[in-house]
């Protein structure tokens, strides 16, 4: 099974803040990488995927680099309502795999 | 706009059974890979399995986790889909979300859409 290791686990940041989430694979998955944000208590939202493609209706603040082991999702000038947990996902191949989560707090 | 419900979700003693369903509309539901994901309870993501398309004939794939205890299904009439869930173990708990997939766009299948979840307690 392919592993994703995210770093940091936790994260505390200000409004404003540049904010960077790493994401490591096991072993190559290309760009077959996607990211999630869940808020507390509510249904993971995709933000990216291949990637680097934002899904539609997505800030532009969100943007996703990276291939074949390791990958980073940055957020650019922080907003209130982005403190959430964030996950990598890979669908390189079965059995499909998430990160351990990135929570982003604030400062 | 694609909408998708979940229900089922329950407590349960360890061993027993449960069906969930997963209501969709606002897409073609034949057309499109189908993915059940949990999340026990302060825990990250663990993906449960995938059914595929009809012009893939709905083949399945499973984490090992459940693999020989949980079943995924379809019903195309009510545009529903299914997860059967037997043999249940404590740590089964979980929020299981249902998921639709697109793609695949230049050759990716990414989870684009989630429902709210179920959440099953297995306990005795």
């Known amino acids: 099974d392919i592993q994703l290791t995210q770093s940091p686990s936790f994260l505390s940041a200000s409004v404003g803040d540049r904010v960077t989430i790493t994401c490591r694979a096991s072993q190559v998955i290309s760009s077959y990488l996607a990211w999630f944000q869940q808020e507390s208590g509510k249904a993971p939202k995709l933000l990216i995927y291949?990637?680097?493609t934002l899904q539609s209706g997505v800030p532009s603040r969100f943007s996703g680099s990276g291939s074949e082991t390791e990958f980073t999702l940055t957020i650019d000038s922080l907003r209130p309502e982005d403190f959430a947990t964030y996950y990598c996902?890979?669908?390189?191949?079965?059995?499909?795999?998430f990160g351990g989560g990135t929570k982003v707090e604030i400062k | 706009e694609v909408q998708l419900v979940e229900s089922g979700g329950g407590l349960v003693q360890p061993g027993g059974s449960l069906r969930l369903s997963c209501a969709t509309s606002g897409f073609t539901f034949s057309d499109h890979y189908m993915d059940w994901v949990r999340q026990a309870p302060g825990k990250g993501l663990e993906w449960v399995g995938r059914s595929r398309k009809y012009a893939e004939s709905y083949s399945t794939e499973y984490a090992a986790s459940v693999k020989g205890r949980f079943s995924i299904s379809r019903d195309d009439s009510k545009n529903s889909l299914y997860l059967q869930m037997n043999s249940l173990k404590s740590e089964d708990t979980a929020v299981y979300y249902c998921v639709y997939i697109s793609g695949p766009r230049t050759g990716y299948y990414y989870m684009d859409v989630w429902g709210k979840g179920t959440t099953v307690t297995v306990s005795s």
């Open positions: 996902q890979q669908s390189h191949s079965y059995p499909l795999t």
């Open positions: 291949a990637a680097s």
